[in-house]
Structure formats: C-alpha cells, structure tokens
C-alpha cells in the first residue's frame, strides 16, 4: 500500500462549492505540506505543519484552509472555488530528525478543475 | 523572483546522448533534493546533496552540488526512454540551517526520442 494517499484523485466542481481533499499517511511522519503545481510554475507551498498543533502558511494560502485531525490526516478545504485554482495539488510528509536531511515524500496528486 | 532557478527548461534529446539539467540559486542551500515527476503523477525521490562539493549517482543518473553549495546539476548518461519526465530540484533555503521547507524550481521537461 502507497505510504502517502490522497482522495479524491480526480475532481471536477463549480465556482463557489467548497471541496475538501484529503491526505493520509503511514509514515508515522509529524510534518506535513500541501502545494499545488501549474504549468510553469513548479511547485508552491500552499500550507504546512509540522504537528497536530502547529499549522502555518505558505506561499499562496489566500483562499485555502487546512486541517490537521491526527498526526496521519491533513486536510485541505477550498471554501469556494474559483477557477484560477484549477491544479494539481500534492500532499508531502517529512519526518527526518537531522537538519537538513528532509526528504519529502508525495502523494500521487489530485486532480481539481474547478469550471 | 524565483529563488531556485532550473535550466533548461525543457530539452529534448536522441535516445544515447547525455544531458545535463541545472539548479541555481543565489543564496546557500541547506540540502538540494532532486525529484523525477511522471507527467500528471506524483514526485518520485532520486538523490539528496546536502555538503558542498557532494556527488552522488543512481544507475545512470549524477548529481553534483557545487563547493559554495549554490548550484546543482544533474546529469544523465546515454539516456533512454524511461528517463523521460520532469525533473524538479527542491532546496532547504533556511537561513543559517534547515527550516523543514523545499523550495522547488519550476522544473526541466526532458523527452527523450527513441
């Protein structure tokens, strides 16, 4: 079984629906992150946290919010969509206990259209 | 501006020739991630640098941090198809030590032609 899942992997909604994706793992991991990716853009850090009490923004957290039910579950709301947040979005985890050595590891990525 | 800067941006080679990928950037990196991304899939891990003047290789692949631990290449050897995809750097740009954040590069689309 993947180590990092996300759900949905695909989805399509409207403008101003609230969608929830949702991310779990079975690293044991304590930090967390959601980015999305554009084409041309790379990848942008939307959200972090590094426990269950510590959540902090990224780069480009206007217009999401994030929730962190257990140390295995982080969750990512859009509270109403818009269509410039058509993207892939990806959830990471990390967990080494050494500066610097932190490799992140994804999921496989959903999908969202927002139309 | 963007912090991590990749180059090329896209590159398309002949199946056998070798290729060279780049990741700069203008402040020091506290541990360069290089990740290899299927089109629409997730980040699949490939090497960590992390001490300046660092080399490590995987199969075909070769990646080099450079001494004052501001760039990185990665380079590929008589490469195949399976090769293809894009490559990412992410980097730890925390100064004076790791802040548990990647910064990524937009990414190097490499298509390799049979």
């Known amino acids: 079984d993947a180590d990092?899942?996300?759900?949905?992997?695909?989805?399509?909604?409207k403008t101003g629906k609230r969608i929830m994706l949702e991310c779990s793992q079975t690293k044991?991991?304590?930090?967390?992150?959601?980015?999305?990716?554009?084409?041309?853009?790379?990848?942008?850090?939307?959200?972090?946290?590094f426990d269950v009490k510590d959540i902090n923004k990224g780069e480009i957290s206007d217009g999401y919010s994030?929730?962190?039910q257990a140390q295995a579950k982080f969750s990512l709301s859009l509270e109403s969509a818009i269509p410039n947040q058509t993207a892939l979005?990806?959830?990471?985890?990390?967990?080494?206990?050494?500066?610097?050595?932190?490799?992140?590891?994804?999921?496989?990525?959903?999908?969202?259209?927002?139309? | 501006s963007q912090e991590l800067e990749?180059?090329?941006?896209?590159?398309?080679?002949q199946e056998g020739?070798?290729?060279?990928?780049?990741?700069?950037?203008?402040?020091?990196?506290?541990?360069?991630?290089?990740?290899?991304?299927?089109?629409?899939?997730?980040?699949?891990?490939?090497?960590?640098l992390?001490?300046?003047?660092?080399?490590?290789?995987?199969?075909?692949?070769?990646?080099?941090?450079?001494?004052k631990k501001q760039q990185s290449s990665l380079h590929i050897t008589a490469s195949q198809p399976s090769h293809a995809g894009i490559y990412l750097c992410g980097a730890d740009m925390g100064s004076g030590g790791s802040n548990y954040k990647l910064t990524f590069g937009k990414g190097?689309?490499?298509?390799v032609n049979p």
């Open chain 1, 89 to 115: 979005y990806f959830c990471a985890t990390s967990g080494g206990l050494l500066a610097g050595l932190d490799e992140q590891f994804f999921g496989p990525g959903t999908r969202l259209t927002v139309l």
């Open chain 1, 4 to 13: 990092v899942t996300q759900t949905p992997r695909n989805r399509i909604t």
């Open chain 1, 28 to 49: 044991g991991h304590d930090r967390m992150y959601w980015y999305r990716q554009d084409p041309g853009l790379g990848l942008r850090l939307i959200y972090y946290s």
């Open chain 2, 50 to 67: 992390q001490k300046g003047g660092e080399e490590k290789s995987h199969e075909k692949i070769t990646a080099k941090l450079d001494e």
């Open chain 2, 108 to 111: 190097t689309l490499l298509t």
């Open chain 2, 17 to 48: 020739k070798n290729l060279t990928i780049n990741c700069t950037s203008s402040k020091t990196l506290y541990g360069l991630y290089w990740y290899k991304q299927k089109y629409g899939e997730g980040l699949i891990f490939l090497m960590m």
């Open chain 2, 6 to 13: 990749q180059s090329p941006q896209s590159l398309i080679v």
């Open chain 1, 66 to 68: 994030v929730s962190r």
